[in-house]
């Protein structure tokens, strides 16, 4: 399998990603526009997780197997997220480049064949996690609740 380097379909994919993430340097440290758009509050963080998606998307019309897909999309999804959050979203930005790490992924699917197969397992433990996750936020509001109103049921 050929790198993102040398596929010629995928270059452009290189270089958004590098756009986004690491296209300025001061002083050793890089960063891209990801961070300064997110200094407009919604939209920039909004704009440039779209364009991640894209960038996902066209991965996955390449050969971007459904395991790295999955992987791909919860670094945007962490991106997003955390991304969103006040002061500290603006810091975790300069720091946590989703398009970089995907491109990483990308080129450890192509070039080592890593990544590759079913998102069947990772999809599964995710869904898992949520559940408990779930169970025990209802178990804290009804606790809290319980606690502040003396409901007792």
Do not use: C
């Not at 960063?31 to 758009?37: N, S």
């Amino acid at each position: 399998m050929e790198s993102t380097q040398t596929d010629t379909r995928l270059k452009y994919v290189a270089k958004i990603s590098k756009l986004l993430d690491s296209q300025f340097e001061i002083g050793g440290f890089k960063f891209g526009i990801d961070p300064i758009l997110n200094f407009i509050p919604f939209a920039g963080d909004g704009a440039t997780t779209l364009v991640s998606l894209a960038l996902v998307y066209t991965m996955n019309k390449h050969g971007a197997s459904n395991k790295i897909v999955v992987k791909m999309l919860g670094n945007v999804l962490i991106d997003f997220i955390l991304g969103a959050i006040p002061l500290l979203g603006w810091i975790f930005d300069f720091y946590f480049k989703a398009n970089d790490r995907n491109l990483k992924l990308l080129n450890e699917h192509y070039s080592e064949g890593k990544h590759t197969g079913s998102a069947k397992g990772l999809l599964t433990g995710i869904l898992i996690a949520f559940i408990v996750v779930m169970i025990i936020a209802f178990w804290a509001i009804w606790s809290i609740s319980s606690w502040l109103f003396g409901l007792v049921f």
